[in-house]
């Protein structure tokens, strides 16, 4: 037998009776988070209350649990910004990020950390490890590798000489707008972008403006900055940086790749614990000797540990002496990866773990 067909009216009341629930709820566990700070101690601060591995574990089970019809990756935003405005009743966590507002950075770190936590737009990628290091940040959000254009370079120096721990990573799907005080690209000739955003769109240039000059600049938002300011000129940028500055969007998904990806880490000052799915990034030097890389490698196929990237880099200790940064699945405290770095200790220079972090969520 069918059941009756509910009004629209009826429809809206049922979402509204839900709406009350949720919000009632919330309030709750923003109650429950309050406790949480209770228990651990008056005086201190949101890092202190921050734990991403609880964090990354509460977020899986979101995942788990979900059937639709929502995404998970539109579960996973829901949920964070719940956690986000618990965590910052009392004190928001300063997260700083390349600048200035606009950029994909502020991007990621909205995806990690929510809209309750505080940005801090930095001119450089070198000032947010110095602002982390110096305490005035309490976490950094730096990119370190794009699917198309490989390893941001600076970044990996940076850990050449900063003691910043590596806490998180985020994985954000990137989309190249063209932003101009234009309705369309007859009379752009300048392009403004970063030297990556360039890059990444080289081929769609190209064939659309090859007349252009293209101009680098140190962030996509200042690209769109200059643009707002010069009527023959564009600027490759997210569609956030064209509601922040002002800009149209002439053409959408200009990136040459369709898969077109950012990976970012978070950095901080201290290593977590296991959140039960974990990356390690080690930086390792080896001795300058036949067969070097391969006594540092051997020790993980041995002990079933798994690697997932590895880079060198220029060591900056003397001439064709190089360092190796080398990502691991797992966590620094898993039997397996310690019994690797065991039987690797007599053939490396140097082992310096740089974080055990939570894998990205989606």
């Known amino acids: 037998m069918n059941e009756p067909k509910l009004s629209l009216v009826q429809v809206r009341d049922r979402i509204d009776s839900i709406?009350?629930?949720i919000q009632e709820l919330i309030s709750e566990r923003a109650n429950w988070a309050r406790e949480v700070a209770k228990v651990k101690g008056e005086g201190l601060s949101a890092i202190d209350y921050y734990r991403p591995e609880r964090e990354a574990h509460v977020l899986r089970m979101v995942v788990d649990r979900n059937h639709g019809p929502l995404s998970d990756a539109e579960m996973v935003r829901l949920f964070r910004e719940i956690m986000s405005s618990c965590l910052a009743q009392e004190d928001p966590l300063k997260v700083g990020y390349l600048g200035p507002e606009g950029t994909f950075s502020e991007q990621a770190v909205r995806k990690h950390f929510g809209h309750a936590a505080y940005g801090l737009p930095l001119g450089s990628i070198e000032e947010v490890f110095q602002e982390v290091a110096?305490?005035?940040?309490?976490?950094?959000?730096?990119?370190?590798?794009?699917?198309?254009?490989?390893?941001?370079?600076?970044?990996?120096?940076?850990?050449?000489?900063s003691e910043a721990r590596i806490c998180g990573e985020v994985e954000l799907r990137v989309?190249?707008?063209?932003?101009?005080?234009?309705?369309?690209?007859?009379?752009?000739?300048?392009?403004?972008?970063?030297?990556?955003?360039?890059?990444?769109?080289?081929?769609?240039?190209?064939?659309?403006?090859p007349n252009a000059e293209c101009i680098p600049v140190h962030s996509n938002a200042e690209g769109a900055r200059l643009a707002r300011h010069a009527d023959d000129a564009a600027a490759i940028a997210g569609a956030t940086a064209a509601k922040v500055y002002g800009l149209k969007t002439v053409a959408q998904a200009i990136e040459d790749r369709a898969d077109n990806t950012t990976r970012f880490l978070v950095i901080g000052r201290s290593l977590f614990p296991s959140s039960g799915n974990d990356r390690t990034s080690l930086l390792i030097t080896v001795n300058d000797k036949p067969g070097a890389l391969y006594e540092i490698l051997s020790p993980f196929a041995k002990h079933g540990v798994s690697l997932n990237r590895i880079e060198s880099r220029p060591a900056h200790t003397g001439k064709w002496q190089y360092a190796f940064f080398i990502d691991v699945s797992g966590h620094i405290d898993d039997a397996s990866l310690q019994a690797a770095l065991k039987d690797m200790g007599p053939h490396a220079a140097q082992v310096r773990v740089l974080g055990a972090y939570p894998v990205a969520l989606p």
């Open 19 to 21: 709406d009350r629930q």
């Open 134 to 161: 110096a305490g005035h940040a309490d976490f950094g959000v730096v990119p370190v590798e794009n699917s198309g254009q490989g390893m941001i370079q600076v970044t990996l120096d940076m850990f050449l000489t």
């Open 175 to 209: 989309h190249q707008c063209l932003l101009s005080q234009r309705d369309s690209l007859v009379g752009i000739k300048r392009v403004y972008g970063h030297a990556q955003s360039l890059q990444q769109c080289k081929t769609w240039l190209r064939v659309n403006l």
